[in-house]
């Protein structure tokens, strides 16, 4: 099953390479927008996306620093997991993938700075 597209020469934004790379640095910088990608786009419609280039950007959901979104993603995930089709982070500290700029500014946005 794959999400339908308007145009059929266009990909998905999150089957783009580097959209998919970008949106899976927000998700793993800022938990809010984690949130409202899980709840407005990906819940409940994960299968469609745990393949390709989008499963980055699904990965991040279980790599995230944030443990209530972890929670969230890790019930509808699990059996992706299970099945092989989704591989468990490594505990490799994956914050420090996400990019200094992105880094600094996410302490402004929560601490005020």
């Not at 099953?1 to 800022?30: G, N, W, Y």
């Not at 419609?45 to 969230?72: N, P, Q, R, Y």
């Amino acid at each position: 099953m794959q999400p339908k597209q308007a145009d059929a020469e266009e990909e998905h934004i999150l089957e783009q390479f580097h959209s998919c790379r970008t949106i899976r640095t927000l998700v793993l910088a800022f938990p809010a927008f984690a949130l409202t990608l899980w709840e407005k786009a990906l819940k409940g419609k994960c299968a469609t996306w745990v393949k390709g280039h989008s499963s980055k950007v699904i990965s991040a959901f279980l790599e995230t620093s944030d443990s209530k979104m972890k929670e969230l993603a890790k019930e509808e995930l699990r059996p992706f997991v299970d099945s092989g089709l989704l591989r468990l982070p490594v505990a490799d500290g994956s914050i420090k993938k996400i990019p200094k700029s992105l880094r600094r500014m996410n302490r402004k946005l929560l601490l005020g700075d």
